[in-house]
């Protein structure tokens, strides 16, 4: 029999004003083997020309990353290694020329497979929103993720474009309980594949209460928390009942409902 009580500990991510710094694309702290593009145009103007304040040099390089022609779904990537809140991208055109993007998306992800598409409204319905370009454009609500991607939409002569992300660096020095004994995170934030027991809902999964009991024989079974918010989270403490309990289980996430990758180390899908 599958039942399970558990407790989530790690940070929430919270959409307050902050002083936003630059990321590295100026600075070099990010570095170029950490940008990849759908595309270049001239074997100097890849990802690593898209740096915000670039210049050109006759021959080296272009002042900018450049799309090529043909390519009709142009992106930018970042990898940031590591979780990152932007608040505010610094967009620029090719250096000395006329060519920049004008219309551009952004999407996110924690995995560089699956990217959510950045939306101000309800994630499931909402079309992806199109920034218009000026040179700083905040971002609100922010975008926490390790992986960012532009897509340019509309641009002037050629597809080209230098950019700074500003935010920071996130860490989690301070891991709290993110409330599921003390009821912080609410009944209706908690569900299950199945219930088998009008008593032991997903509800009652929480550390040192009932339990929830998803019943035997399915090996597909999940429990599943919305924190509402992002957050990131460290560690996970769970109990089983008195006679039942999970013995192995492995984690999936996801930022917007939907899309479930499973969490990974450097053996393949983590079993705990």
Not at 20 to 38: E, F
Request: glycine letters at 8%; a positive charge.
């Amino acid at each position: 029999m599958c039942a399970l009580r558990v407790e989530v500990k790690g940070c929430e991510s919270k959409d307050i004003w902050f002083n936003p710094v630059p990321l590295g694309m100026s600075s070099k702290l990010i570095l170029d083997s950490q940008m990849k593009v759908s595309s270049s145009k001239f074997y100097t103007s890849g990802a690593d020309n898209g740096r915000k304040d670039l210049t050109a040099i006759p021959n080296v390089r272009h002042g900018g990353w450049i799309a090529a022609d043909h390519d009709s779904d142009p992106w930018f990537q970042v990898d940031f290694i590591v979780n990152v809140t932007v608040n505010m991208l610094y967009m620029q055109g090719l250096s000395g020329t006329n060519h920049s993007v004008t219309k551009y998306t952004i999407a996110s992800s924690d995995d560089g497979e699956t990217f959510s598409d950045y939306k101000t409204n309800n994630q499931q319905t909402a079309k992806p929103k199109v920034f218009s370009v000026i040179s700083w454009q905040d971002i609100f609500p922010h975008v926490f993720a390790r992986f960012i991607r532009i897509h340019p939409k509309e641009w002037n002569g050629s597809c080209a474009m230098r950019v700074e992300f500003y935010g920071r660096y996130k860490g989690c020095y301070t891991p709290e309980d993110l409330g599921m004994e003390n009821k912080k995170i609410l009944g209706n934030q908690l569900s299950a594949s199945r219930e088998t027991s009008a008593d032991q809902t997903a509800p009652c999964g929480r550390l040192n209460g009932k339990g929830w009991q998803g019943g035997s024989g399915d090996f597909d079974m999940w429990y599943q928390v919305d924190f509402m918010k992002r957050a990131k989270v460290t560690a996970i403490k769970t109990q089983g009942g008195v006679s039942y309990y999970v013995k192995i289980f492995k984690l999936s996430y996801s930022n917007n409902g939907i899309d479930f990758p499973e969490y990974v180390d450097v053996m393949g899908t983590k079993v705990w």
